[in-house]
């Protein structure tokens, strides 16, 4: 390869894989010293001349100038040093220009095998930076193919490919080839295998995202998410306040007709979602939080252990408790308040322990 071609092959890398020409040149000025190093006895003292412009690439061995020659990899002698420059003394150095295949077959192959671990590391590299600048982020990942059997998803974010298990794939909607689909860069990890990203659509952080990108006020903080509950693909609670009276945080997050929240719960695969005001009154909050139950009464029975009994109405028992109680424990959990809910009508007693806090 010629060092016009060289300088092109390296172009066309950064082209195609991102990987900066001035990264890859310093992995093959690094292989060329190993090279060198195994060629010649150790001796790894190298200068590289390069200019990408004129496409030159240089490479000059030194050797000491002395006046009897004990280590040639080393040393030249005064004699042969001032054949070639006439004013070569004892004692400087001497550059010696080399031909890359002057360097032998297994020099050849040690320069390819680290330039190859540099391609591998530049990848690295840049996979491990373009996640962590999305770490926490909502992005949009195109669906590269699905495994038949276990449902496993391989998506594309950006250049770079990551796995979206099955278990994080919520709600109704079943994955195919070309899907668009919003997800949750949650963690970045760095391994032997290489970095990986760990996706989500379980966690709530993604409902806030969401919330963000469809929700001007959100975005611009005049409206603020407080707490968020969430059981994936089945429910969740979102509790927010509006930083300025003249704005309603709650209708704010609905739009108008519905269609803010229309559109994540469409992303998540008709997930629905309970939006609620938060109050500094755990009174209030904890009665909100019961929606779309009507409360009667909150009595704190333990500030400090943030327990209370809750009065709603016969015919709303169900409701407040919710499905398998689902309702009563996101309340719980959106509250941070432990929810003992009875019936107007006290029919379960007042020594009959009904729990459906957590």
């Not at 591998?120 to 193919?145: W, Y």
């Not at 209370?308 to 398998?324: R, Y």
Request: glycine letters at 8%.
């Amino acid at each position: 390869m010629s060092n016009k071609e060289l300088f092109t092959a390296l172009a066309l890398l950064e082209k195609e894989k991102g990987i900066s020409s001035e990264f890859m040149m310093e992995q093959i000025e690094r292989a060329i010293r190993v090279a060198c190093k195994n060629s010649y006895g150790g001796n790894d003292n190298v200068v590289f001349k390069i200019n990408p412009e004129k496409g030159t690439f240089d490479v000059k061995l030194i050797k000491t100038v002395v006046e009897e020659v004990e280590n040639p990899n080393f040393e030249i002698s005064l004699e042969e040093a001032q054949q070639k420059r006439k004013r070569s003394a004892v004692g400087k150095e001497f550059e010696i220009a080399l031909d890359p295949k002057q360097l032998g077959r297994i020099a050849v192959q040690t320069a390819r095998s680290v330039i190859r671990q540099g391609i591998r590391d530049g990848e690295k590299g840049q996979m491990l930076q373009e996640f962590k600048s999305k770490l926490g982020e909502l992005v949009t990942a195109t669906v590269e193919r699905v495994d038949p059997t276990s449902g496993v998803a391989i998506i594309k974010i950006g250049k770079q490919t990551a796995t979206l298990p099955k278990a994080e794939q919520v709600g109704e909607r079943v994955l195919k080839e070309g899907d668009q689909v919003k997800v949750l860069v949650a963690d970045v990890k760095d391994n032997d295998r290489g970095p990986r990203a760990m996706i989500s659509r379980t966690s709530p952080e993604l409902v806030k995202r969401m919330f963000e990108q469809e929700v001007p006020e959100i975005y611009e903080g005049t409206v603020e998410i407080k707490a968020i509950a969430r059981e994936a693909g089945s429910r969740t609670k979102m509790a927010v306040i509006s930083n300025d009276e003249n704005i309603d945080a709650i209708g704010s997050c609905i739009g108008t007709r519905g269609d803010r929240v229309n559109e994540i719960v469409n992303e998540l695969g008709n997930e629905k979602i309970d939006i609620i005001e938060y109050s500094e009154d755990p009174i209030k909050y904890v009665a909100a939080a019961l929606s779309p139950a009507t409360v009667i009464k909150v009595d704190v029975i333990d500030e400090s252990a943030k327990s209370c009994k809750v009065t709603v109405p016969d015919g709303q028992l169900s409701l407040a408790i919710g499905n398998k109680g689902q309702n009563a424990r996101l309340a719980a959990r959106l509250t941070g308040w432990k929810i003992d809910i009875r019936p107007e009508s006290g029919f379960y007693g007042e020594d009959t322990e009904d729990e459906t806090g957590e």
